[in-house]
């Protein structure tokens, strides 16, 4: 009877659930340890929403035992050289560790559709038998075959035998708020597999997108603290401000890019795939999805700088020439590389001799190409292991593309017509 149930509530209403869904209803919920159905007694969905919406503490909410919560510090600058900079923690980051993900990825019925190894997409004409490369997914990129290739070319771990295949990471977030009144608001961090179709990944009932955490915001709390410290202006304290958010998020990507998760980007996991075979398993990040406020975040650069763009060093007076041929080349010619020197010497400036994070000498340390004075987890972390911090940082089609049509249908044109 309990089959029968289940199956019936399963193919009834508008809004059909898929297997996936109901099995994860059995055994994440169903079959759990902590399950009791005396918690359901006199059950209502409204006013558990309600007690949720109410508890600014957090007290009522409990994550599974794969989640952990941790507090988050930064160091504010005093613009004191005696006192130095004075610590702030921001409590409430709740996160997964990322190879705990990873390993509950490939340990489920989805990993049976993983595509481990890539290779080229190739279309035959027909009619004149000609061959055209096709780009479709990310296991048919260049850049998937390029890692695969390196990775390859990597010692093997002592007496290894197996094989070594890539884990393609692509993380989204997006900081939203939760209700249209009020000041609710989470900012969730995705994570999807590359090695997943994009048919399959994007379909909203997939099952695809693996929640890895909640990135905290900076509390209310921190502009007493700002407007406390002597000697900085209204400017200067909007800068301190936007400061600590970036040290912010950077400092939970420190917590994210564990040791860990490191020792996987060098040495990988040995993990048993869907198909029976042991093989080991290599994380590399691949894209990072984001809207231009949190891409600066992430590429550790101004917002609407001179050189504004996250991926290249094009100056914002250039900007009319987008679409031209030498635009094109001159984006290729001046990508960025990350320049960790001048950032350590800017936070000297700050952190040691008391300069404000706008001042002339952080700005002139730091020179061209509108960087902050944050150090970029991705970089120090991930950099020496091969990650570029700038090349993942892909177009986001829904905020820079289908949220006006008319801005970008010029260069459009303008582009066609240099065919």
């Not at 489920?108 to 061959?131: E, I, S, T």
């Not at 490369?133 to 850049?143: G, H, N």
Request: glycine share 6%; hydrophobic share 40%.
């Amino acid at each position: 009877m309990t089959i029968y149930r289940l199956m019936s509530w399963m193919n009834s209403g508008s809004h059909l659930i898929s297997e996936m869904k109901v099995s994860h209803l059995v055994r994440d919920v169903m079959l759990a340890d902590d399950f009791d159905l005396k918690h359901l007694e006199n059950f209502s969905v409204r006013r558990s929403l309600r007690e949720l919406d109410t508890d600014d503490e957090g007290s009522k909410v409990t994550f599974p035992d794969d989640w952990i919560e941790t507090a988050v510090s930064i160091d504010i600058p005093t613009k004191s050289k005696e006192d130095g900079p004075q610590p702030y923690v921001i409590h409430g980051f709740h996160y997964r560790p990322v190879v705990e993900v990873i390993r509950a990825a490939f340990a489920d019925v989805q990993a049976r559709a993983f595509h481990l190894l890539p290779f080229q997409r190739l279309w035959k004409d027909p009619l004149d038998g000609h061959q055209e490369r096709i780009f479709d997914e990310l296991y048919t990129s260049d850049a998937w075959l390029e890692a695969q290739d390196s990775l390859q070319r990597l010692p093997k771990e002592p007496g290894c035998s197996l094989e070594r295949v890539i884990a393609g990471l692509m993380f989204f977030s997006d900081a939203t708020h939760l209700a249209n009144f009020g000041t609710a608001k989470a900012w969730p961090l995705y994570m999807y597999f590359g090695n997943l179709t994009k048919y399959a990944r994007s379909s909203p009932r997939s099952g695809a997108c693996h929640l890895v955490g909640f990135l905290p915001s900076l509390p209310d709390s921190i502009k007493d603290i700002l407007s406390s410290l002597s000697g900085i202006s209204k400017t200067g304290m909007a800068s301190l401000h936007t400061f600590c958010r970036r040290e912010l998020f950077h400092a939970c990507w420190e917590i994210l890019l564990d040791e860990d998760f490191l020792s996987a980007y060098r040495h990988g996991i040995i993990l048993k795939c869907a198909d029976g075979v042991t093989r080991r398993v290599f994380p590399r990040i691949f894209t990072y999805s984001a809207d231009y406020p949190e891409k600066v975040l992430i590429a550790t650069i101004k917002d609407m700088g001179l050189c504004p763009c996250p991926r290249c060093l094009t100056p914002k007076n250039m900007f009319s020439y987008l679409g031209l041929v030498k635009d094109m080349k001159s984006r290729l010619n001046n990508l960025r590389m990350y320049t960790m020197t001048k950032v350590i010497q800017a936070r000297d400036f700050i952190y040691r001799c008391g300069n404000t994070v706008d001042g002339v000498k952080v700005d002139h340390s730091l020179g061209e190409g509108s960087w902050v004075p944050t150090l970029n987890r991705f970089a120090t972390k991930l950099g020496p292991l091969g990650l570029n911090p700038f090349r993942m940082l892909v177009i986001d089609f829904m905020h820079e593309c289908e949220l006006g049509f008319s801005m970008p249908f010029p260069v459009v044109v303008r582009a066609v017509r240099e065919e």
